[in-house]
Each structure stands twice: as C-alpha cells, then as structure tokens.
C-alpha cells in the first residue's frame, strides 16, 4: 500500500465509538421466608454491565423487613452479593427476559431476638417491558436459597428458601 492511500484513509475514517451495555435496576418484592416462615417486603437495587453479548455480571444491595409468623419479632434483614445475568436474544423488540444466578451475604438484625447473618445463591427468572428508551418495566420472580447460618437468632430458626416476586423500574442501556 503506497503512502498517500493510508494517508487518505486516516483522514477519511469516521469517529470509532465503543458500545457499553448496561442495566440498573429498582425493584420492590413481597417475600415469603420457608423454614423460618416469614412475610414481608424487600426494597433491591442492582446493576449489571455486559461482559459479551449475552452476559451480564453486576451487584445487588437488598433490605428486607419481615415478620416470622410463630414470633412477634420484627427483622430486618440487608444484604448483597454479585450476580451474573445470562440475557438472550429473544424476544426481540420492547421485551426482554433473562435468568440471574450469583452469591451473596445476608446480614439479620432484631429487637431483642439477637442477630446474625448467612450467605444465599439466588436463582432468578426475569422480564422487561420498555417504556421509552431507556426506561423499562421490571418483573422477577425469584428463589434465595440461604446456608452457613450463624449467630443468636439461627440457633433455632433457618431461613432455607426466599421466594420473591419483585417489580420495578430501571434503566437499560
């Protein structure tokens, strides 16, 4: 190639721009604690940065309060961890699905009924419905499966599974 070509194609290249896809998310859920059957509500907020095509790795931060049912205690319960989102072509258009796995750490707070905490691995299946771009609609349901258990409160009580179903709002990028 001579000299004044490559000096011509630099000149003529366009601005290159590089594609950062992105999710971040705010979500409300009901959820029902078994082994330690507990209701409540849990306000979770993440995000998730694409890594390839179909895959997303990100955080989550989650604070729960919940009531076990054979006790008077309130709890509150705040955790968080790392997540990996697998997010497929399909559907195609306003809609979005993806299924989410990762690990994490709940930390478990009373009054009275001492503390504790125990690590969980989520298993989530979840939707999209875009607004306006970027904005869109989020549904999950999912299921917390909870082990290591430590400290005053889990002396006598596990909470085995949380299963949750969540809406919200977010931004997809």
Do not use: C
């Not at 729960?64 to 790392?82: H, W």
Request: charged share 15%.
């Amino acid at each position: 190639m001579n000299k004044k070509a490559l000096l011509v194609g630099l000149l003529l290249a366009g601005e290159g721009h590089a594609q950062v896809h992105y999710d971040l998310g705010a979500l409300a859920s009901f959820q029902q604690r078994v082994g330690n059957v507990a209701e409540g509500g849990a306000l979770t907020l993440d995000g998730h940065v694409a890594v390839f095509p179909l895959l997303r790795v990100g955080a989550w931060v989650t604070g729960e309060v919940s009531k076990p049912i054979d006790a008077g205690v309130l709890r509150e319960i705040v955790g968080g961890g790392l997540r990996v989102k697998i997010v497929p072509p399909w559907p195609r258009g306003v809609w979005r699905a993806w299924v989410a796995t990762g690990f994490g750490y709940d930390g478990v707070i009373t009054d009275g009924a001492g503390g504790g905490g125990f690590f969980e691995i989520p298993a989530i299946v979840g939707a999209s419905y875009r607004i306006r771009k970027p904005l869109v609609f989020l549904m999950e349901l999912g299921a917390r499966f909870g082990f290591g258990f430590w400290g005053s409160y889990y002396e006598k009580n596990n909470d085995v599974v949380s299963l949750t179903l969540s809406i919200g709002f977010g931004i997809d990028g």
